[in-house]
């Protein structure tokens, strides 16, 4: 069973609280479809236990200070929203997630193969960004009807520190963050990665209005 857990939120004044609960309700479904997506790529079935959203002015120091220990590299991967709203998503993973998912979806027969793994590594996290970003991305356009698509994912293995200033350096090129975490979960994998994602002002627009003709 898929279930929608929100702990918090806290609300910056672009969007009211409907217009909100219109944005979560698009990415939770998005969530979803990119569960299954990722069930036939690791070959077992995957739910979207636990969605927590939280929406700051600022949410990326605080953040990423609870999310790893301050000496840990992290795994910052970056895909633009393309087309006729814009707005950039982060996925940021810890080593032990990385692991997690490598472990999954790479056969323990080639997990042994030094030259195999190191080749598909990162390939790996770079497929499952790409599936949930896109899944999440494919659901705005649908519901908003945009011509919007993700980029090719880009991924980059940094400390927390430099996570940070890269999410915040981007930022400043935008006009709303919606951060939120979701728990990815069977018998075998257990993730909760950092979702990160930089909205602008059109792709805001939409949603009111797209929120407004709501009954």
């Known amino acids: 069973m898929v279930m929608l857990n929100i702990l918090q939120i806290e609300y910056m004044g672009t969007l009211d609280k409907k217009e909100l609960d219109v944005a979560k309700h698009i990415i939770y ?11 036939f ?51 940021v993973l810890t080593e032990a997630q990385a692991n997690n998912i490598r472990n999954r979806a790479l056969p323990p ?5 030094p030259d195999f793994y190191n080749e598909m590594k990162d390939a790996i996290l770079l497929e499952v960004d ?12 649908n519901t908003l009807h945009g011509n919007i698509h993700g980029s090719v994912p880009t991924m980059q293995h940094v400390a927390k520190n430099e996570t940070e200033r890269l999410i915040a350096e981007r930022g400043n090129k935008n006009t709303h963050i919606i951060e939120f975490y979701a728990k990815f979960s069977n018998a075998a994998i257990d993730f909760k990665p950092l979702f990160i994602w930089y909205l602008d002002q059109v792709f805001i627009d939409n949603i009111k209005i797209y929120s407004a003709a709501q009954l």
């Open 41 to 91: 790529f690791i070959k077992e079935e995957v739910e979207v236990i636990q969605v927590d959203f939280n929406e700051v002015e600022n949410p990326i120091q605080a953040t990423l200070a609870s999310f790893s220990d301050d000496d840990e590299l992290l795994y910052l991967l970056t895909t633009n929203i393309v087309g006729d709203l814009g707005g950039c998503c982060f996925l």
């Open 130 to 141: 790409n599936i949930i970003a896109a899944s999440v991305i494919t659901e705005f356009a």
């Open 109 to 113: 027969a080639l997990m042994d193969n």
């Open 29 to 39: 479904n998005g969530l979803q479809r990119a569960a299954k997506q990722m069930s």
